[in-house]
Structures are given as structure tokens and as C-alpha cells.
């Protein structure tokens, strides 16, 4: 079983609809939790960072589960911007950070 | 700020010849760097992670004495292909640790002919 697993998708949805992605971690012991957003041939980019509380910077949602292990994003308002590659990751208290696969989103006008 | 450069952008070489990869922290200072490999359509998987001052510690799998980790400074983090094969191409990407958050470089896209 991988360490971080997530739906590679794709998702495709219209513009303006709300998309969610889910991801589930099997290491107990992590620590701290992030999405990142990775255009195609670029580097990953922060996203936002996950907090037990929950967060929200925008139209973007990010939860975190401990007990299920399971972190997820909410896009409301899709636009056509948001078409991207979505990596959760997750790293223990060594700081090394474990993406998953990502999931890819194409909004579609 | 948390910028970081990564110098070449891409590169193509020939095999069996060595390829260095510099990594740098512009606006921050970091003590632990971090190398990825990425190939296409995959995640990106790390390496070895680079702390300054010390060895590198590297991933299961991955060759120490192919892939040279030098981390000299508080800023920047070299990777060094040696003998570099086809297989070995790939995109290079290092990030720096700011706190608990990671910065990504812009990556290396490596070509081995």
C-alpha cells in the first residue's frame, strides 16, 4: 500500500461547479499536511497548508481527518485557472515530505 | 518571501558524462534541502535530503555515489549525476525547508542522449 494515496482523476468539470479531492495517508505518526498544485512541467507550489481545525483561504477548503487518516480540498467556483495537477503530501516530525500521485482537475468552460 | 532558484533549467548531456545541479534559498536561510525526481505522468519522489554542514541521507534505492550531495552553505544544495545514463533522465526538482512548509525550485529537466 502506498504512504499517500489519491484518485489521479482526471476530474473534469465545468467552470463555476465545486470539485472535492480526498486523500488518505497510512503513516499515524504524520505530522503536518499540505496540498500543493503542480502545473504540467513546473514545479510544485504551496497550495496551503492543512490544519486539524480546518482552513480556508478563499475558495479553497482544506480538512484534515486524524482518525481516518484522510486529508481533502474543496474547490468552489471553479475557473478555468484552476486547471491543474492537486498533490497532497504529508511529512512526519523528520520533515520529509510524501506526496501522493496527484489528481489531476480540468475545468471546462 | 520563500524563493528558490535552481540553475540549469534544463540540460542535455551525453552518457556517461556527470551533470551538476545547483539548488539555492534566495530570500531564506535553510538547513535541510531536499531532491525530487519526477518522470512523467508519476509524483515526485524524493531522493535524499540535504542538510547543511553533513551528509546527505538518501532514499531507499537510490545511489549514494551516482547521485553526489553537497550542501555547503545555508543556501545552496548541489546534486551531482555521475556517469549519467538515459534512464537517468528525468526532471530535477529541489525544494528548501522553511519552518514545516517546503519550497520548490523551479526544476532541472535532464536529457541523456
Known amino acids: 500500500r502506498k504512504e499517500v494515496e489519491q484518485d489521479p482523476g482526471p476530474f473534469n468539470v465545468p467552470e463555476g461547479a465545486t470539485v472535492a479531492f480526498n486523500c488518505t495517508y497510512s503513516n499515524s505518526a504524520s505530522q503536518s499536511f499540505f496540498w500543493y498544485r503542480q502545473d504540467c512541467r513546473k514545479e510544485p507550489k504551496l497550495l496551503m497548508s492543512v490544519y486539524s481545525s480546518g482552513n480556508e483561504d478563499g475558495r479553497f477548503t482544506a480538512q484534515l481527518n486524524r482518525a481516518s487518516q484522510y486529508i481533502s480540498l474543496l474547490i468552489r467556483d471553479s475557473k478555468l485557472s484552476d486547471s491543474a495537477t492537486y498533490l497532497c503530501?504529508?511529512?512526519?516530525?523528520?520533515?520529509?515530505?510524501?506526496f501522493g500521485q496527484g489528481t489531476t482537475l480540468q475545468v471546462k468552460p | 518571501g520563500a524563493v528558490v532558484s535552481q540553475h540549469p533549467s534544463w540540460v542535455i548531456c551525453k552518457s556517461g558524462t556527470s551533470v551538476k545541479i545547483e539548488c539555492r534559498s534566495l530570500?531564506?536561510?535553510?538547513?535541510?534541502m531536499f531532491w525530487y525526481r519526477q518522470f512523467p505522468k508519476q509524483s515526485l519522489m524524493l531522493m535524499a535530503t540535504s542538510n547543511e554542514g553533513s551528509k546527505a541521507t538518501y532514499e531507499q534505492g537510490v545511489e549514494k555515489d551516482k547521485f553526489l550531495i553537497n550542501h555547503a552553505s545555508l543556501t545552496l544544495s548541489t546534486l551531482t549525476v555521475t556517469s549519467a545514463h538515459p534512464e537517468d533522465s528525468s526532471f530535477y526538482i529541489c525544494?528548501?525547508?522553511?519552518?514545516?512548509?517546503?519550497?520548490f525550485g523551479p526544476g532541472t529537466r535532464l536529457t541523456v542522449t
Open positions: 530570500d531564506f536561510q535553510a538547513t535541510t
Open positions: 503530501a504529508v511529512s512526519s516530525n523528520t520533515g520529509k515530505l510524501i
Open positions: 525544494s528548501a525547508r522553511k519552518g514545516w512548509e517546503q519550497y
